[in-house]
């Protein structure tokens, strides 16, 4: 029997094409998946960060000439206590009574803040005493502190309550301005009992515990 060598040549030629088309394509398919990857790789992340912090600001009071507080009434921090000049505790027709206390910006504890204040003095309350109806008060800045206990408004500027107001009457929302630098601001509170009050009215009467409240506002640029 005679073998054609020529068509065995091509089918051998035929199937070494095939497994070289094969291949390449195996081949493109595993270059086609590291081109995949290759490009994942190319790529970078720069982070950057920041942490932002409110200005440190308050108005702080002082009460007794030595501490400096925030008196808000917040828990553990308790309203403060005016020093009266001596007989606030047992007042007479025509008697006025002195007290000083002093006011700043501060950061903490620690003199001048980020921004200027303005200050308003909301009247006095409650005003449910017996006596309450009988005094009348005033308050002047610039009166040191050794002025006022001797019972003297001498040095003031305007008053920031005028005299003869009632205890409940409130300062204008503006009445103060306190410096950033901390700058001290006196005041001195001046209370007076009625001269006309007849004693059998008032004789053992009380305010009761009375409250003013400093608001204060920041002055922002």
């Not at 030595?66 to 020093?83: L, V």
Request: charged share 15%.
């Amino acid at each position: 029997m005679t073998t054609d060598l020529s068509h065995e040549s091509e089918r051998d030629d035929r199937s070494v094409r095939r497994r070289k088309v094969r291949a390449l394509l195996a081949g493109g398919l595993v270059l086609g998946v590291g081109a995949a990857v290759t490009l994942a790789a190319w790529t970078d992340n720069v982070f950057g960060q920041a942490e932002f912090s409110a200005a440190n600001w308050n108005v702080q009071g002082n009460f007794d000439g030595t501490t400096w507080g925030e008196y808000d009434q917040t828990p553990g921090n308790a309203a403060g206590s005016f020093s009266f000049s001596t007989g606030f505790n047992a007042m007479g027709p025509g008697d006025t009574v002195y007290a000083p206390v002093s006011l700043r910006v501060g950061k903490g504890t620690t003199a001048g803040g980020a921004y200027d204040a303005t200050v308003k003095l909301n009247g006095a309350t409650p005003s449910t005493g017996a006596l309450f109806p009988h005094l009348t008060y005033t308050v002047v800045p610039g009166v040191t502190r050794a002025d006022c206990l001797a019972k003297s408004l001498a040095g003031g500027t305007a008053p920031i309550v005028a005299a003869g107001s009632a205890l409940g009457v409130s300062s204008a929302d503006s009445a103060l301005t306190l410096l950033k630098a901390g700058t001290e601001v006196p005041l001195c509170f001046a209370v007076t009992m009625s001269p006309t009050v007849a004693a059998s009215t008032v004789a053992g009467t009380t305010t009761g515990v009375v409250t003013w409240r400093f608001d204060a506002t920041a002055v922002l640029p």
